[in-house]
């Protein structure tokens, strides 16, 4: 049909009957604004589909390319996706929020976003997720964009995917398998990687029928019968199933094993009562910035969802000397896939173990607030409740400062920093030392010199109060944890009797 070196465009404009004729004034366009350009002439039959649409355009969805080697790259190797979502509660602001951060976690797994379009209704259509109208109506704009790919703002049934898929002839996915797909891509560690295969295997179980798999639909409801009635092909997803079940088990016991050397060194940590404190906060708050800028640490930061999987812990200390731990987390997201809470769970105890949380939420983000109340919902879902937080407002560099006091005064304990401009840093720091908890016990000792090792356990683990050095040893006066209260007994003076 077109002998044009790029392929896609031209022919998603030339599969079109009525936008035939336009085909070579759009391809005398230098950019890619064609499809305003044609919008613009566009007959009344397509006037006409965009008034009666329930589809609610959002706009400013399409992925932003930024040259045309990253164009090429692109239609190489990358879906073109079309977004839906069901829009039930809340405002449209809302909606198209959601919408929004579809689009971002699409292209974090690699799609190229061609455009979104919401519907409201009182919940999802048990068969097609959207009404069977608008699926039809889904399907014109799959054609007219050239998507191969539908993805839609939930977790679907395996029913609403394959009768979806009938209609708008196209895959679809659902934001439950685009998170995993990230998370796949992401994971480096061998323990990440399992559990994310174990998460996948778990969504995947249910919906092996749903693939491509018209025989499953010809059996119908709940594939009854017995021996009998059972085709060859249902043997053969009755095999799969059994393969993966098999997996699964294989990949949890290599998970618990992986999970005890973890233990081990979370437990000496413990044992040495040195505080620590976890940053936890939504995907692409800053987590791993802020990490960075407190310590030092070199982790992986990047505008993508999902680039932090595997927990990094660094060591780092007080204004007043004190040791603690910090720990960089997996950012939360929304409607995060509920066998991806289950597969991280250990690392979110990571969060409901410390003694102190830092909350870090982007103060640049149009919808902070709800980012806010969503990783809160995770953190009491892994029950860590009782832990101390400061809720730590990031990027105060690009946001708006209206926002940041409308956040700064809805939160008692929040603090506005900047992890890029290192704003804020002086006193985040300063408040980590005053919120970390602090050893108890007071006790006073005459350390000897042979026994060196043990002052320098004071001054980290615990606080020193006061020290002298005398022809005897060490004086001390500290505030330490139980164990080296302990320790420290041997040393402790017997008052004179008088
Ligand atoms: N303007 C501005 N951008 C920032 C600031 N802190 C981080 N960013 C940017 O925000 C993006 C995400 O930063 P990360 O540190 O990777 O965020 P994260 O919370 O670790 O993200 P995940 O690991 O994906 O959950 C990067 O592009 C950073 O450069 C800041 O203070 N100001
Ligand atoms: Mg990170």
Redesign the pocket.
């Known amino acids: 049909m077109t002998s044009s070196s790029s392929p896609s465009q031209d022919e998603q404009i030339a599969a079109d009957p009525r936008t035939d004729s336009l085909r070579a004034d759009a391809l005398m366009e230098e950019d890619v604004a064609w499809s305003q350009e044609i919008d613009g002439q566009r007959d009344g039959d397509q006037f006409e589909r965009s008034d009666r649409a329930a589809l609610r355009r959002v706009v400013g969805l399409s992925t932003e390319l930024e040259d045309v080697t990253e164009v090429e790259y692109r239609q190489l190797r990358l879906e073109r996706v079309v977004l839906v979502g069901v829009w039930v509660t809340g405002t449209v602001q809302e909606a198209e929020n959601s919408l929004a951060e579809l689009a971002a976690l699409a292209e974090t797994a690699g799609a190229l976003v061609l455009d979104g379009v919401i519907q409201r209704r009182d919940k999802p259509d048990p068969a097609t997720y959207i009404g069977s109208g608008k699926a039809r109506e889904l399907y014109d704009l799959v054609l007219e964009t050239g998507a191969d790919t539908v993805v839609c703002d939930g977790e679907l049934s395996p029913g609403q995917l394959i009768h979806l898929e009938d209609v708008v002839k196209v895959k679809v996915v659902d934001r439950t398998a685009l998170i995993l797909d990230i998370f796949a891509q992401h994971a480096k560690s061998r323990e990440g990687k399992a559990q994310v295969a174990l998460a996948q295997m778990q969504y995947m179980l249910p919906r092996l029928r749903g693939w491509g798999q018209s025989l499953s639909r010809q059996m119908g409801g709940g594939g009854g019968g017995g021996m009998a009635t059972r085709g060859p092909g249902e043997t053969k997803i009755e095999t799969d199933r059994r393969r993966i079940r098999e997996k699964m088990a294989k990949m949890r016991r290599e998970i618990a094993e992986m999970k005890t050397g973890r233990e081990i060194k979370r437990q000496e940590r413990r044992r040495h009562r040195v505080p620590s404190v976890a940053i936890a ?1 939504y ?7 802020l990490l960075n800028r407190l310590t030092g640490a070199g982790v992986l ?8 999987l595997d927990p990094t812990v660094r060591r780092a200390e007080t204004p007043s000397g004190r040791i603690y731990t910090l720990a960089d987390t997996v ?1 939360f997201v929304r409607h995060l896939p509920h066998h991806l809470v289950e597969a991280f769970r250990s690392t979110m105890e990571e969060v409901g173990d410390s003694d102190l949380i830092l909350h ?1 939420v982007d103060g ?1 983000h149009p919808a902070p607030e709800e980012q806010l109340a969503a990783v809160r919902e995770v953190i009491r879902d892994v029950g860590a409740v009782d832990v101390r937080e400061i809720v730590v407002i ?2 105060a ?2 946001a708006d400062p209206e926002v940041l006091r409308r956040l700064l005064r809805m939160e008692r304990h929040a603090i506005a920093v ?3 401009t290192g704003a804020g840093m002086t006193e985040l720091l300063a408040l980590i030392d005053t919120e970390l908890p602090r050893p108890e016990i007071t006790v006073e000792a005459l350390v000897p010199y042979t026994d060196g090792g043990l002052v320098s356990r004071v001054h980290a683990e615990g606080e020193v109060l006061s020290e002298e050095h005398t022809p005897e040893g060490t004086m001390l006066k500290a505030q330490v944890h139980e164990e080296l209260a302990a320790a420290l007994a041997v040393y402790v003076p017997v008052p004179a009797i008088g």
Request: proline residues 0%; hydrophobic residues 35%.
């Open positions: 906060g995907t692409n708050a800053g987590k791993s910035s930061v990047e505008n993508s969802l999902f680039a932090t950012g870090v640049a990031n990027k560099d690009a900047s992890a890029r």
